[in-house]
Nanobody
Framework: HVQLVESGGGSVQPGGSLRLSCVGSGNTFSSYNMGWFRQPPGKEREGVAVIYKTTGKTFYSDSVKGRFTISQDNAKNTMYLDMTSLKPEDTAMYYC??????????????????????WGKGTQVTVDS
């Protein structure tokens, strides 16, 4: 059973930065894919960044492209999301996930899958002046 635990969330002013971490149990990150999702208040969970292990390709939603960076440290079984130039609209609960099926493509990104994958419980990010 894979367990994922996120950390690093918090409150930050617009323009600030945060680094989210996701630690997995076992050999978690040799999986098919791994990524970060977020769920703003009252909205659907959406994709933020994903790495596909078979190709090594990374994808970002348009709203975070150029500001967020996904990375991993296999030796530490840890995945990161470096977030810079944070905006109030980045406020959300952030989740990490592995081995998830594709979500639905949207304009500028994708939704979280309705089921499947391994998910953490989330870490809250609030961007507010």
């Amino acid at each position: 059973h894979v367990q994922l635990v996120e950390s690093g969330g918090g409150s930050v002013q617009p323009g600030g930065s945060l680094r989210l971490s996701c630690v997995g149990s076992g050999n978690t990150f040799s999986s098919y894919n791994m990524g970060w999702f977020r769920q703003p208040p009252g909205k659907e969970r959406e994709g933020v960044a994903v790495i596909y292990k078979t190709t090594g390709k990374t994808f970002y939603s348009d709203s975070v492209k150029g500001r967020f960076t996904i990375s991993q440290d296999n030796a530490k079984n840890t995945m990161y999301l470096d977030m810079t130039s944070l905006k109030p609209e980045d406020t959300a609960m952030y989740y990490c996930a592995t081995d998830f099926p594709p979500g639905t493509q949207t304009a500028g990104g994708w939704t979280a899958p309705r089921s499947g994958g391994n998910w953490g419980k989330g870490t809250q990010v609030t961007v507010d002046s």
